[in-house]
């Protein structure tokens, strides 16, 4: 399994970025795919998760301003981050498991980590 983010950057609140993971060397859509971030200083946080059904779940600090979408053709995971805050600035990673049905937010349920992206918001 390879996860490479891209599509980081900084941004004035209110902006807007799309990260994008490509994925390679497995079945992307039996994969549950996920996002998470973290901060200096603070816990690696769950930001969104998609399942291999395309049932999506959120943490609650990001609905109505971020989309997870994934295009199974082109083994690509995005997520659309729209009214970004500075509270969002952090590195954001994209995960991977095999468990497709497995709809989590949590990092620990996840098997497999891209690099991360920095996105930073003033």
């Known amino acids: 399994v390879q996860l490479v983010e891209s599509g980081g950057g900084s941004v004035q609140a209110g902006g807007s970025l799309r990260l994008s993971c490509d994925a390679s060397r497995y079945t992307f859509s039996a994969y549950c795919m996920g996002w998470s971030r973290q901060a200096p200083g603070k816990e690696h946080e769950g930001v969104a998760a998609?399942?291999?059904?395309?049932?999506?779940h959120y943490t609650d600090s990001v609905k109505g301003r971020f989309t997870i979408s994934r295009d199974n053709a082109k083994n690509t995971l995005y997520l659309q981050m729209n009214s970004l805050k500075p509270e969002d600035t952090a590195m954001y990673y994209c995960a991977a498991d095999s468990r497709g049905w497995f709809l989590t937010l949590r990092p620990d349920d996840f098997g497999y980590w891209g690099q991360g992206t920095q996105v930073t918001v003033s």
């Open positions: 998609i399942d291999s059904d395309g049932h999506i």
